[in-house]
Structures are given as structure tokens and as C-alpha cells.
């Protein structure tokens, strides 16, 4: 459709920039991460890939708009009420926080396959930004669990 919004997979982080719109997917299953967040983690919500872009997503899937961390060199992704960010040590817990911290303030590394690794820089161990396939969410961990992707508005 005319003026129809394209959604391209990132295979290089240093082209995200602050203002950007994404969404963050699972690499290997058509699922992103959804607007609804639960108590301790974001839901999934199926999307459309087809080769390196994604169709136009519904409404229930979460546009992120990236803005600067507190930290040098990296990003916080702004849902429009709050930045997500990896809530505990002890915990696989991904909240929603009003007031930007180094625990929302992520480091975004992206292979040219488009394996993203996003790590939040607080005190938060389990901080490394993950799908579970298992449990159809989307979470942080200290390990294990399925690679995501980020697609960047056009």
C-alpha cells in the first residue's frame, strides 16, 4: 500500500540513533514483543516477516523509540510511558520504569546476521535482553534462552 510503513532488520547497531522507532522480535520464530507488559516480563505477539522486513505490525506489538541511556554508549527504549529495563539480580524479570536508570540504559551489539545482544548496565545481574520460546515472552537473563532482533522503522 502507498505510504506504508517498512520495517527493516538492523545488521549494524552503529546505524541506531536516538529518536529511531524499533521493534524488538524473535530471531528464529514470527513473534515480537508486545505492548502488554506483564508482572515481571513483556508478552509476544505474532508479526509478518519476509525476508529482511517486517509487514505492517498490529497495534498490540511495542514500538520502542530509542533515546540515550544515563550511560555512555547506550540506549533506553521508550514504550511512550516508560523504559523497559531488567528489574532484578535474582530473578528472569524485564519491567516498565518511568525515571531513565542504568538498568533501562541497554549496550546494543548486532551481527551482520542480525543477532542482537542487548545488556542492561545496572546493578541488575540478569540483564541480557531475551526471547523464551517456551514461555512465548520476552524477558532478561544471565543466560540461556532465544536470540532477538531489532527492526528499525524506515
Avoid at 102 to 123: F, L
Wanted: aromatic share 8%.
Amino acid at each position: 500500500a502507498a505510504g506504508a510503513k517498512v520495517w527493516t532488520l538492523v545488521t549494524d547497531a552503529s546505524t541506531l540513533a536516538a529518536g529511531d522507532q524499533v521493534i524488538i522480535a524473535a530471531k528464529n520464530d514470527a513473534v515480537a514483543m508486545s505492548t502488554t507488559q506483564n508482572s515481571n516480563n513483556r508478552g509476544q505477539e505474532a508479526i509478518t516477516k519476509s525476508g529482511n522486513t517486517l509487514a505492517t505490525p498490529s497495534s498490540k506489538v511495542q514500538i520502542f523509540t530509542l533515546k540515550a541511556g544515563k550511560n555512555a554508549g547506550t540506549f533506553a527504549f521508550y514504550t511512550g510511558a516508560g523504559y523497559i529495563y531488567a528489574a532484578s539480580s535474582s530473578k528472569n524479570y524485564l519491567k516498565t520504569e518511568t525515571s531513565l536508570s542504568a538498568n533501562s540504559s541497554w549496550t546494543v551489539t548486532i551481527t551482520s546476521a542480525g543477532v542482537a545482544t542487548v545488556k542492561a548496565q545496572g546493578t541488575n545481574t540478569r540483564n541480557w535482553l531475551r526471547h523464551n520460546s517456551q514461555s512465548s515472552l520476552f524477558s532478561c537473563y544471565s543466560s540461556g534462552q532465544n536470540d532477538i532482533v531489532i527492526y528499525k522503522l524506515q
